[in-house]
């Protein structure tokens, strides 16, 4: 005979994948078609014992705190209340008992994006099968099956529908991080409240199921031959990797079976379970080929196919078993020998893809016996970007979180994807993004601030404004390379402020705002060493009057020569604190602003006058005129004035002239064209004769 097999034969078996998304379902068949759908949730007897070193297995929706070891597998399951922070938990009432880790959900109606966090063992760079089941059994009573979508860190992993609320939906996928931890999350499309059943992750060894491409295996199917069982699956402890492999028989295959099913086949890396190797099909008429196909949704997917071989028999001296592999017609692979008592494991190094893929295992001219196969697994080859926020503001955050325990749906990764990302959170807009903002004002944090702020390096802006945040503020605020707006007022923070965090104040590089701290000392007189000029308290704050295109900063305070301490100390107690940094001399003051030339506004206090500085900045240049009458308490009137409608935002006090005859306050003038960048988008009006 031709060892090309004839067309007409190759219809012999049909073994249709129909795949809906990357889940297959195996319908096996009569030659036209007629098929019956393939069982998910059988139980499978308890054999063999193994360790279960390095599984995560997490029933989702149980009692927290609580865990079990399934009867079946011997597998130790624990709650997920330490894997995700969100979510409600249901009982399912169904009265056939499928497995016990489908009795409960975890359901989330909050939130569009909810996560699970694995950290295995043996961290990034190992290979991990991971896999979650869902089954939906009506748990809300509403009688409505749910379509959401499913994400493996910030890509989406798969979309998960329901046909029936009885049975059970399972992704897997075989995958190796780049991260030390592996988001799992479920995506809220609009189309139903997202639940999972069980969530388990387990180690893989590094040279199984490699492959030449890129990308994560997604699970077709998984199946074993020529058991003698229908509606029989297979996972630990029969299966070592916990593997499920579900059964299949058709009429036109036939049975062979070893007899020594409690073998171990762990001469090679994929460990495969004695059970489903000591088993194969083989086809009926001995003349003629082993064939099935498997049709694909979606032709463009590739498909990464793992057969695995192994001799059953005990072959006489002049028997043989060679067979090659067709796809279509073509030949596909080198002449199979199965060995006995060990597995041969036939994959191409490149995937296939089509619409249908047609298989044939057809015997060669020497060989004495029919072809056989013992398990096939099937895998759609999916890229993951795996793109992160950068690890160290990850770890960093994680940090924050459970230090102060935030309560906010801080779940997965930090940046990515943008449509949920972290509230309070601003990233850089790059692949590897960095936190250039974090906003975590009225949180009721309590506590000191943590050493983890400062591995924020790219921080620009950091508010941790109106907690309850107690000891001192930290030195380490100041060593973040690019902060340049700290908000920190309405704590409970005691001590000094440091040196360093003052200076960059004070040379302009640091927005700071201290105020509301009812123990800070910010003033001369707390520590009474620094020195005199050091720092000059004012009260900043702005509304937003319906006005123009103007700006300004405000508030201050402060008082002639011996009234000096006694004002600054008011303005620490009462207001937000800002400072300027340089001293400017009156005649400084007549360059700056060009002899006072462009007045911009008029205050209670005095005319605002532009200026310009030498490095070009544009200020505002509040004057006291000589005129003014106002004193001291009017000042303290302005003050509580401006605390009451006080900070919306923030502008810096750029310095202060005091030579004793003239009084000014030199504020950062922001007009339309030079806003500074932290302060883009919010329109700073001039604060202008709120006197009285
Ligand atoms: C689920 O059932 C268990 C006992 O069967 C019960 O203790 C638990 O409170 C139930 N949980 C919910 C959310 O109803
Ligand atoms: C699902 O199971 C429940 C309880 O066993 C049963 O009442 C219901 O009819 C089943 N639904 C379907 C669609 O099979
Ligand atoms: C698997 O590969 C990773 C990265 O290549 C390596 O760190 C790890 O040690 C390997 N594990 C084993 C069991 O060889
Ligand atoms: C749901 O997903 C579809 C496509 O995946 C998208 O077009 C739609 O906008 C999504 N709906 C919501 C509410 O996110
Ligand atoms: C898979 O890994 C095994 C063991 O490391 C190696 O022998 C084999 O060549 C690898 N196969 C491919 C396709 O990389
Ligand atoms: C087996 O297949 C061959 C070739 O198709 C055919 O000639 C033969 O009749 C078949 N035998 C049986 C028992 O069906
Ligand atoms: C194999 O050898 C045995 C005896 O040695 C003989 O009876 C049998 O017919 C042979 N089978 C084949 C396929 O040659
Ligand atoms: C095999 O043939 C079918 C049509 O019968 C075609 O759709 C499919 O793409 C082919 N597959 C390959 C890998 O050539
Ligand atoms: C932080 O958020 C609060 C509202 O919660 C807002 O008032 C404040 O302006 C924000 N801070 C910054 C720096 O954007
Ligand atoms: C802070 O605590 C108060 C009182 O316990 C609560 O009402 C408020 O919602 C909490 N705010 C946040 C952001 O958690
Ligand atoms: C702040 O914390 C202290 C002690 O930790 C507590 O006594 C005080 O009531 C808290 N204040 C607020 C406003 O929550
Ligand atoms: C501001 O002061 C800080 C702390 O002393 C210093 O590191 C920084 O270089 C200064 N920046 C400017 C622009 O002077």
Not at 1 to 14: A, E, G, N, Q, T
Not at 200 to 215: A, C, I
Request: charged share 20%.
């Amino acid at each position: 005979m031709d060892s090309r097999p004839p067309l007409v034969w190759l219809i012999f078996v049909l073994a249709t994948i129909m795949s809906s998304g990357n889940n297959l379902e195996l319908v096996a068949g009569k030659p036209h078609n007629a098929a019956s759908t393939f069982p998910h949730d059988h139980p499978s007897p308890l054999r063999l014992a193994a360790d279960t070193q390095g599984f995560i297995s997490i029933d989702c929706g149980i009692a927290p705190g609580s865990s079990y070891t399934d009867d079946r597998t011997q597998i130790h399951y624990t709650s997920d209340a330490e894997f995700t922070d969100n979510g409600i938990n249901y009982n399912v009432s169904r009265s056939e008992n499928p497995s016990k880790q489908l009795m409960n959900v975890r359901s989330f109606p909050e939130g569009a994006r909810n996560c699970y966090t694995l950290e295995p063992e043996k961290g990034k760079g190992n290979k991990y099968l991971i896999r979650a089941f869902f089954m939906y059994g009506n748990y809300d009573s509403k009688n409505q099956l749910p379509v959401f979508k499913l994400y493996l860190g910030v890509d989406k992993w798969d979309t998960i529908k329901f046909k029936n609320p009885n049975k059970t939906v399972r992704k897997e996928i075989i995958h190796v991080p780049k991260t030390d931890y592996i988001d799992v999350c479920l995506v809220n499309n609009g189309s139903g409240t997202p639940f999972i059943s069980a969530l388990e992750l387990r180690p893989l060894d590094n040279s199984s199921y490699n492959k030449t491409e890129l990308g994560s295996l997604l699970l077709s199917n998984r199946w074993d031959f020529g058991s003698d069982q229908e509606k029989f699956q297979v996972r630990y402890k029969d299966d070592a990797l916990d593997r499920i492999w579900n059964s299949y028989k058709n009429p036109f295959w036939e049975s062979i079976t070893a007899g020594f099913e409690s073998y171990s086949y762990s001469d090679n890396p994929f460990k495969l379970p004695g059970i489903v190797m000591s088993t194969a099909a083989t086809p009926k008429n001995e003349s003629e080929p082993l064939s099935f196909f498997l049709d694909m949704d979606n032709p463009s997917q590739r498909f990464y196919l793992f057969m695995h071989f192994s001799e059953v028999l005990q072959l006489q001296g002049n028997q043989s078993r060679v067979f090659t592999i067709w796809l279509n017609g073509t030949l596909w692979n080198d002449p199979v020998v199965p060995k006995r008592c060990s597995s041969t494991r036939i994959f191409r190094t490149n995937s296939v893809r089509g619409s249908r893929l047609l298989f044939s295992l057809v015997k060669t001219d020497e060989s004495a016996l029919p072809p056989i196969i013992n398990a096939l697994e099937v895998y759609v080859i999916k890229e993951f970007s795996q793109s992160t926020t950068d690890q160290d503001d990850v770890e960093a955050m994680k940090k924050i979180k459970s230090v102060y325990m935030v309560r906010r749906n801080w779940q997965g990764d930090p940046c990515l994807p943008m449509d949920y990302q972290w509230d309070g959170l601003k990233c850089s807009d790059n692949g590897s993004p960095t936190l250039i903002s974090l906003n975590l004002s009225y949180s009721n944090l309590t506590g000191k601030i943590h050493p983890s702020f400062s591995n924020l390096k790219s921080l620009q802006t950091l508010d941790l404004s109106h907690n309850n945040l107690t000891g001192s503020v930290p030195e380490f605020l100041a060593e973040l390379p690019s902060l340049t707006f700290l908000n920190l007022a309405g704590n409970n923070l005691k001590g000094s402020v440091p040196q360093v965090l003052m200076e960059k104040y004070q040379n302009g590089t640091l927005c700071l705002s201290l105020g509301e701290n009812p123990n800070l000392c910010v003033s001369v007189s707390c520590k009474g060493k620094q020195n005199k000029n050091f720092i000059v308290p004012a009260l900043a704050s702005i509304i937003s009057v319906l006005v123009l295109f103007l700006l300004i900063a405000v508030g201050i305070i402060w008082n002639f020569r011996r009234k000096e301490d006694r004002a600054m100390e008011m303005v620490t107690r009462e207001g937000s604190l800002k400072s300027g940094n340089s001293e400017f001399t009156y005649s400084e003051l007549v360059t700056i602003t060009r002899n006072f030339s462009s007045t911009i506004g008029q205050g209670g206090f005095g005319n605002v006058h532009l200026g310009t500085l030498v490095d070009g900045t544009q200020v505002a240049v509040k004057l006291r005129s000589q005129s003014s009458m106002q004193g001291p308490r009017e000042f303290q009137a302005e003050a509580k004035l401006l605390k009451r409608v006080h900070h919306k935002n923030l502008v810096c006090l750029a310095g202060y002239c005091n030579d004793g005859t003239n009084t000014a306050l030199i504020y950062e003038y922001m007009s339309n064209g030079n806003l500074r960048q932290r302060l883009s988008g919010i329109t700073i009006f001039m604060f202008l004769g709120l006197d009285h």
